[in-house]
């Protein structure tokens, strides 16, 4: 084998593994309204909007899961400090965290929340009675 192609087997090798280290984001109330789009006969218009949307949810939520990636990360990491260090340090190091993690988990509700109503209201009310019905079935799943 050519020098180039190992050389080109390494380089995709490595692109492929990078493709799985990245996280994957939750994906947007609007994108979840796109894969339906037939059902709800959603019109051109309503669709471009609906991607800017979702392009903005994704941009906008990224930095605040990765954030919540490394705070679970680093949370996993204290619970595995030793008990024979400063006792109190250590439910401060804790607490501060916790906080930390509800303040990112709280951010992040918030983004998808008004993601959420801002892809509402591009439907009609019609169809965001058929939205919400097809939400509801599927969080019966």
């Known amino acids: 084998m050519p020098i180039r192609y190992k050389a080109l087997a390494i380089i995709l090798i490595a692109l492929s593994?990078?493709?799985?280290?990245?996280?994957?984001?939750?994906?947007?109330?609007?994108?979840l309204i796109l894969e339906h789009r037939s059902e709800l006969g959603l019109s051109r218009t309503q669709v471009r909007r609906l991607h800017r949307i979702d392009n903005e949810f994704g941009t906008t939520?990224?930095?605040?899961y990765i954030d919540l990636l490394d705070l679970r990360a680093?949370?996993?990491?204290?619970?595995?400090?030793?008990?024979?260090?400063d006792a109190q340090e250590i439910r401060?190091?804790?607490?501060?965290?916790?906080?930390l993690m509800r303040q990112v988990a709280k951010e992040l509700e918030e983004t998808r929340s008004?993601?959420?109503?801002?892809?509402?209201?591009?439907l009609t009310p019609s169809q965001r009675a058929k939205a919400n019905?097809?939400?509801?079935?599927?969080r019966k799943r």
């Open 17 to 31: 593994a990078s493709l799985y280290t990245q996280p994957t984001t939750p994906s947007s109330p609007a994108a």
């Open 61 to 64: 939520i990224r930095p605040i």
């Open 74 to 85: 680093t949370s996993r990491r204290l619970a595995r400090v030793s008990d024979q260090d």
């Open 133 to 138: 019905e097809l939400t509801a079935k599927l």
């Open 92 to 99: 401060r190091r804790r607490a501060r965290h916790h906080a």
């Open 114 to 122: 008004s993601s959420r109503d801002q892809a509402l209201k591009v």
